[in-house]
């Protein structure tokens, strides 16, 4: 195992992971009037409104499906009764169709900044930075799947769960579960925990907030009176 391989795969993750957390806390603490989407719906609606919702409902589900995928433990699935191979056939078919989805969503929004001159105008460096960025990690993505297709017994996605459970539980060993996983896995997952590191200086901080928004199902009724019934009383 490489020093270089030991590094991105042992030791990068959690400096993504602290630029991530730390990041968006001093964005949030110092730039708070700059923690919004940056919506550009009032320049132009277009493709907005198509692009925008497939893009959110691929990469949401991708995110969760990553996110469950990765960090269930084996034992978990095998208590299930389901095996290696038939949940990364699950994973390839769920994976590949939100990814589909989320990189048509991706194509539209890309479009439409690129060409209508009013949104470009008003575009920032880093917007471009992150849709790109976006778009290469989909491209890795939606390229792994004729992989693991070709190996269907699952033995790649089990080295992959390794490596993420071992990683979060802090184990020093992680990097070697993945030494002989395609070029093409490290890419992509290299991308991936690199969008972390440039998440809070992008406009992908307003994703906090949809996660914040959660908490008004618990909001207890705001009481609202009318200026007009105060005065009766």
Known sequence: MSLSHQFIFGIYPYICGALFILGSLMRFDREQYSWRSESSQMLSTGSLRVGSNLFHIGIIGLFFGHFVGMLT??????????????????????????????????????????????????????????LFWILATLLLGLSTVPLSVQHSDGGTMLKLMSWAQHLVTFQGDAPSFITDVSIVFKIHM????????????TRLVHVWSGFASVGYIARPWQVVRSRKMGLNK
Do not use: E, W, Y
């Open 190 to 201: 290299f991308m991936g925990m690199s969008l972390f590191a440039i998440f809070p200086f």
């Open 73 to 130: 433990p084996h034992s978990v699935i095998h208590a299930l009764g389901i095996t290696a191979g038939q949940k990364q056939m699950l994973a390839v078919v769920a994976g590949g169709i939100l990814g589909v989805i989320a990189l048509i969503g991706l194509i539209l929004l890309i479009h439409r900044r690129l060409t209508n001159a009013r949104v470009r105008a008003t575009s920032r460096g880093r917007d471009f930075l992150v």
